[in-house]
């Protein structure tokens, strides 16, 4: 498995931006697809973003697309999301997480495909 670790969160008003970065332990970390969930308070963990190995295919939940994008330096085990425009209901502890898959351009917006997660990191927008 891969350690992930969040940075970045913080509070911000609302049209704002922040930058979250998800550092991974390893030296394989071009073999896993990636992906942002976020949970806010008394809700469900929900998907956000989703990348690929190759860095090349993309996914974004309705809600955040055209605001967040997702990307990766493979050189540097990181992972990005760049928040943008935020609004108050974007107000969550986000996480990164990690997948398995020998496909270069397989993602996935489902829990259940991501085997390592990291702590999270706090995201306030405040009105």
């Known amino acids: 498995q891969v350690q992930l670790v969040e940075s970045g969160g913080g509070l911000v008003q609302a049209g704002g931006s922040l930058r979250l970065a998800c550092a991974a332990s390893g030296r394989t970390f071009s073999s896993y697809f990636m992906g942002w969930f976020r949970q806010a308070p008394g809700k469900d963990r929900e998907f956000v973003a989703a990348?690929?190995?190759?860095?090349?295919?993309?996914y974004y939940a309705d809600s955040v697309k055209g605001r967040f994008t997702v990307s990766r330096d493979n050189a540097k085990n990181t992972v990005y999301l760049q928040l943008n425009s935020l609004k108050p209901e974007d107000t969550a502890v986000y996480y990164c997480a990690a997948g398995a898959n020998l496909n270069r351009n397989y993602a996935s917006t489902l829990q259940y495909d991501y085997g390592s997660w990291g702590q999270g990191t706090q995201v306030t927008v405040s009105s």
């Open positions: 990348i690929s190995r190759s860095g090349g295919i993309a």
